[in-house]
């Protein structure tokens, strides 16, 4: 197994639910990504690691703000990689680039599968790309060991579920509603709906997101859920920090509040 699986096959021996932080890679610059994805480590299941783009449909006015810092800075996919790979000298936790498919097309796909590799990426859920779409970049990412990941949704289909359960590994991402990014005063009643409806065709953990910014909602969707997936507010709080000294240590202070710790 790999380290996505582990980590999944540790917290249900342990009775206990998953945490995934989302940050956007180079936001506010990669050292500060490589500094949070140690921190990070501290609180999480596993980490997702976006890769800025410019044109971010799926995202809301947070992330999207994000993507535009990031991409000021002038890197590529392969810095990000480097950056990676610089975290995970001293982390175990699993990562997954969360991308859109043009920045890694762009890179190349066979060479995104064997770098992705050599940095330690565990696996890439790709936003735009639908399992229809994914056969070279799938077998590329199970050539190198790399799990696919998919988006599910409440307007998912069952049989567009069942296309997702014979394509995704490692874990299955339940989008909690229909729309972009961005936090929410509450979680849609469809996101257990939707978890429900995917058990009957997967038994791949099932990670809920999008709309989860504070403890009593990661409560909430723990109850169905197993893993909760917390990105907008994550982001929002370092916007909100960005000039601060001690971002990143402020950050870990809030994964703790998010995350019920404390």
């Not at 699986?5 to 917290?11: G, P």
């Not at 995934?20 to 990669?30: K, V």
């Not at 995704?168 to 996101?191: I, K, L, N, P, Q």
């Not at 997967?202 to 197993?226: E, W």
């Given at each position: 197994?790999?380290r996505?699986?582990?980590?999944?096959?540790t917290?249900k021996r342990?009775?206990?639910?998953g945490?995934?932080?989302y940050i956007?890679?180079?936001?506010?610059?990669l050292?500060?990504?490589?500094?949070l994805?140690?921190t990070?480590?501290?609180?999480a299941?596993?980490?997702?690691?976006?890769?800025?783009?410019?044109?971010p449909?799926?995202d809301?006015?947070v992330?999207?703000?994000?993507s535009?810092r990031?991409?000021k800075?002038n890197?590529?996919?392969?810095?990000?990689l480097d950056t990676?790979a610089r975290a995970?000298?001293?982390i175990?936790?699993?990562i997954i680039l969360?991308s859109?498919?043009?920045?890694l097309?762009?890179?190349?796909?066979?060479?995104?599968?064997?770098?992705?590799?050599d940095?330690?990426?565990?696996g890439v859920l790709?936003?735009d790309l639908t399992p229809?779409e994914s056969?070279?970049f799938?077998?590329e990412?199970?050539a190198?060991?790399?799990?696919?990941?998919?988006?599910i949704?409440?307007?998912s289909t069952?049989?567009r579920?069942?296309?997702v359960?014979?394509?995704a590994?490692?874990f299955?991402y339940?989008?909690?509603?229909?729309?972009v990014?961005?936090?929410?005063?509450?979680v849609?009643?469809e996101?257990?709906?939707?978890?429900?409806?995917?058990?009957?065709?997967?038994s791949?953990?099932?990670a809920?997101?999008?709309?989860i910014?504070?403890?009593?909602?990661?409560a909430?969707?723990s109850?169905?859920?197993?893993a909760?997936?917390v990105?907008s507010?994550i982001?929002?709080?370092m916007e909100r920090l960005?000039?601060?000294?001690d971002?990143v240590r402020?950050?870990?202070?809030f994964l703790?509040?998010i995350t019920?710790?404390?």
């Amino acid at each position: 197994m790999g380290r996505i699986a582990d980590a999944f096959t540790t917290l249900k021996r342990d009775g206990k639910k998953g945490f995934i932080p989302y940050i956007t890679a180079g936001d506010p610059d990669l050292a500060t990504t490589e500094h949070l994805l140690i921190t990070l480590a501290q609180h999480a299941t596993l980490i997702e690691l976006g890769v800025p783009f410019s044109d971010p449909m799926a995202d809301g006015p947070v992330i999207q703000r994000a993507s535009e810092r990031a991409l000021k800075n002038n890197f590529g996919v392969q810095e990000i990689l480097d950056t990676a790979a610089r975290a995970r000298k001293r982390i175990d936790t699993p990562i997954i680039l969360f991308s859109y498919y043009n920045p890694l097309l762009q890179f190349g796909l066979k060479r995104l599968a064997q770098a992705a590799k050599d940095a330690g990426i565990d696996g890439v859920l790709v936003t735009d790309l639908t399992p229809e779409e994914s056969g070279e970049f799938e077998a590329e990412l199970r050539a190198h060991g790399l799990d696919m990941i998919f988006l599910i949704a409440p307007t998912s289909t069952d049989e567009r579920l069942k296309l997702v359960a014979e394509h995704a590994s490692g874990f299955t991402y339940a989008v909690s509603r229909a729309g972009v990014t961005g936090t929410r005063d509450t979680v849609s009643s469809e996101a257990e709906k939707l978890v429900n409806r995917m058990r009957q065709f997967s038994s791949l953990p099932i990670a809920v997101g999008f709309g989860i910014s504070n403890a009593a909602q990661v409560a909430d969707v723990s109850r169905y859920a197993d893993a909760v997936v917390v990105g907008s507010a994550i982001v929002a709080e370092m916007e909100r920090l960005e000039r601060e000294p001690d971002l990143v240590r402020q950050i870990g202070s809030f994964l703790d509040r998010i995350t019920g710790f404390s």
